[in-house]
Structures are given as C-alpha cells and as structure tokens.
C-alpha cells in the first residue's frame, strides 16, 4: 500500500481528535445546546450532567475526585491559574516559588512576571539527561517558598521528572507542588495521590481531544489548595474560573480521557516498540547523531535527536514530507536554538540540528521505517557536502583546529 504523505510525527505539538471524540461532541453543538449554569429548565440539565460526567472521566484517569477539577480554556491557562492563583492566596506565608530552566513558556513566563511583581523565583538548572537534581530541590527550599511547579513530562525531549520524588519532598516540607502534566496524563500512568501532587494542568489537545479546552486538577484534602481566581466573573466551577463553560469541548475532553484511560497500555506498548525501532534504524544507517535526554525516564512515544554535521534548516528541508518539530528555531519567531536543548549542555550545532519525534495513536510501522530511510538518505547527503564531517572523519579535532579567517 502507497504510504501516505505527509506524515505525521509531531504529536507533542497537538493530536488530531479522535472519531470517537467528535460523534460524542457533535449533539452538544446542536440538539443539546444549554449553557450548563442554566438552573431551571431541561436544556440546561442536559448540559450541566454532560459536564458532570466529563469531569469524572478527567478525574478518574489521573486518581481524583470529580470535584478537583476545574475547567480552562487550556493548560496555558491552567499553568497562569495554577502558579498565579497559589501567589496570591498564600502571599502572607510566603513569596518565593521554585521552578526549573526546562519548563513550558506557560510557566516560565508566568513566573517572569511574578518576579516583576514582589516574587523570587528559583529556575533550577537540569542535568545532562535533563531531569532535576533533587539535592538542587532540597537546598533551593526556604521557609519562604509556597509553590514548586515542575512538569511531568518534557515537550521537547519527552523526559520524565521525579514527579513521586519531588512529590514526597514537597510534602514533608509542607509546599504545594503544582506540575504540568500535559506531555504525560492519557500516555503513561498518573495517579495525584501516589505522586503526592496538589496542582495539575492537563489539555484535551494532546490527549486526542479538541483544542482550547483543559483542566486544572486542585487538590481538596491534605492538604486543601485555595485558590485566588484570574477571571473573575460569574462564580462558574465553584468561583475558581468564572465563564460560561465550553460544553462541546468539555464534553471531548471527557472522551477522551476515557479513551486514553481504557488504551493507554496497549497504545504506549505499541509506540514505545515503534520508537525503539525508529531510534535503533537511525543509529544502525549513521554515526554521530546523539539522543537528547534520558532514554530510560522518557514517554514511550517521544525520542528526540541530534544530527552533527548537518545544518538545521537543510535537514527539515530535505524531509518536508515529514511533520517534525526540530530544536532550531527558524519554526519559530526568534533565531535562538531550543532553550531546552542549551539547558542540557548541547551546543548551538548540535541543538539546531535536533528533530523531535513525536508518534501518535495513528503512527504506524511502515511510516515510521519511511521516516528512518528518508533522514537516513538526507543526512548522509548533506555530509558528503560538509568538509567540517569530512575532516572529523579524518581524525581532526575540530575544537582545536585554527580557523583562517579571510
Ligand atoms: C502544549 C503545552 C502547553 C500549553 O497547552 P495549551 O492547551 O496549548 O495552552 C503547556 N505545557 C506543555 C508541557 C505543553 O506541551
């Protein structure tokens, strides 16, 4: 069978919506039209028990109660009510939050602009597997500190934090601990009591569910997190963000953590073998191409990957029939290479040069032997070109040469 082109491999980036998830959405666009805060007649009701029972599915795939999750517009928003929220309502205990170099912009950026405000922010650096020292942790720790915000799982590199870990030090020190799960929840297994988590943001987007819709998971005993709300307004999702609720979406994002909750295991099994296979297909048909991060604390779908010696824009141009992200950032609006590439240690080279893979649920074998064969066929093309592989090859080193410059 002809394979069918482009190709797909930027799960991290978003997912389509599964079938499954548009047919339960469709009738609450039409048919079941109420806005879920209506109180007194059926079309409300409707809308409101779609709502109630989106929540339990959400709920029930990371171990919460109903109850604890809030509906947003995304995990953008998630991460702004999170880390904001906590800075306001818990100002008098405290003004010092602990993050690290490696996290999302949506946390990152929120951070920034409470340090423009009256807090101190600690940005912990990463090791070269990308994974928090948790003896950093423990010493950026003061009696001032009310939040540590550290994410699951890693958008670019798919690395897995100590979440259990970092969870059990948060507690004895008695300091909320939010993370952004958004890489992790419906992929790996997630549960907010075994990891000791208090916040979590999560978005249907990357689990298979529409966009513009997400939750925070706010934990209610043991500790009971309060909230200062960012949208004020009519009280919705009981005053911790106000606004008429996206119901179609809600009711998506429901599916799909249903979905992910029944499938999770076979799906991570499948793509986990697929992503081996892809890793081990590149390593056998080049030399100096170098994973990024920890290989053993990493979602089973993801593997990210440096190419030496070939130029970060001539690479993705030579495989335009391959959805990818890469760690240059010529995607995107500036001219830096990935900050999360550069907090592992890689060179400016090195970190223009990374493609990240991400496989999906509609991922298959034949496309992902495709994917090996065409980087396999470009990067060895465009190393014949390179007079900087050949002399490596030649056995010089390149760091100490002495450049002439004309
Ligand atoms: C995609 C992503 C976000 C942002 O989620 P939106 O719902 O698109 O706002 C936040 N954190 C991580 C880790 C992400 O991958």
Redo the contacts with the bound molecule.
């Keep these: 069978m002809a394979i069918k082109l482009p190709i797909y491999m930027d799960y991290?980036a978003t997912t389509p919506v599964d079938p499954r998830v548009v047919e339960t959405m469709v009738p609450y666009f039409t048919e079941q039209f109420g806005n879920a805060a209506s109180r007194n007649h059926p079309f409300g009701w409707a809308a409101e028990d779609a709502v109630e029972q989106a929540r339990k599915h959400v709920s029930d795939l990371i171990g919460a109660g109903a109850k604890e999750i809030v509906f947003t517009s995304?995990?953008?928003?998630s991460?702004n009510l999170a880390i904001k929220g906590v800075a306001e309502m818990y100002r008098e205990k405290g003004r010092h939050i602990i993050t690290a170099v490696t996290e999302?912009k949506?946390v990152i950026d929120t951070c920034k602009r409470l340090e423009k405000e009256d807090c101190r922010v600690t940005y912990l650096p990463v090791q070269k597997d990308g994974r928090i020292s948790l003896d950093d942790l423990r010493n950026a720790i003061s009696d001032r500190t009310i939040l540590i915000s550290i994410?699951t799982a890693n958008?670019e590199i798919g690395v897995l934090q100590p979440i259990a870990e970092i969870g059990a030090i948060a507690k004895e020190k008695g300091i909320l601990f939010h993370t952004?799960a958004?890489?992790a929840v419906g992929k790996v297994p997630f549960n907010v009591n075994d990891l000791k988590v208090d916040l979590v943001?999560l978005?249907a987007?990357?689990m298979y569910g529409p966009k513009g819709v997400?939750a925070l998971y706010v934990r209610r005993r043991n500790p009971r997190v309060l909230l200062a709300p960012q949208i004020d307004g009519g009280g919705h999702e009981r005053g911790m963000r106000s606004g008429t609720l996206n119901v179609p979406g809600i009711v998506g994002m429901g599916k799909a953590a249903a979905l992910c909750k029944a499938e999770m295991t076979q799906d991570a099994a499948r793509l986990g073998a697929l992503r081996d296979r892809l890793n081990e297909r590149l390593h056998k048909g080049l030399d100096e191409i170098y994973v990024n991060g920890s290989m053993e604390h990493r979602l089973p779908h993801s593997l990210n990957v440096s190419f030496a010696y070939v130029e970060g824009e001539s690479l993705l141009m030579g495989i335009n029939d391959v959805a990818v992200s890469s760690g240059s950032a010529c995607t995107s609006a500036s001219l830096e290479p990935s900050y999360v590439l550069k907090a592992l240690g890689a060179g400016d080279d090195l970190a223009h040069s990374s493609i990240r893979f991400g496989l999906g649920r509609w991922t298959t074998q034949e496309e992902v032997d495709y994917v090996a064969d065409k980087l396999i066929t470009v990067v060895t093309r465009l190393r014949e070109m390179s007079p900087l592989y050949e002399l490596a090859k030649e056995g010089v080193d390149l760091s100490t040469m002495q450049w002439q410059v004309h």
Excluded at 74 to 77: F, I, K, L, N
């Design positions: 991290h995304g995990a953008t928003e991460n999302h949506a994410m958008n952004d958004v890489q943001s978005t987007h990357k997400g």
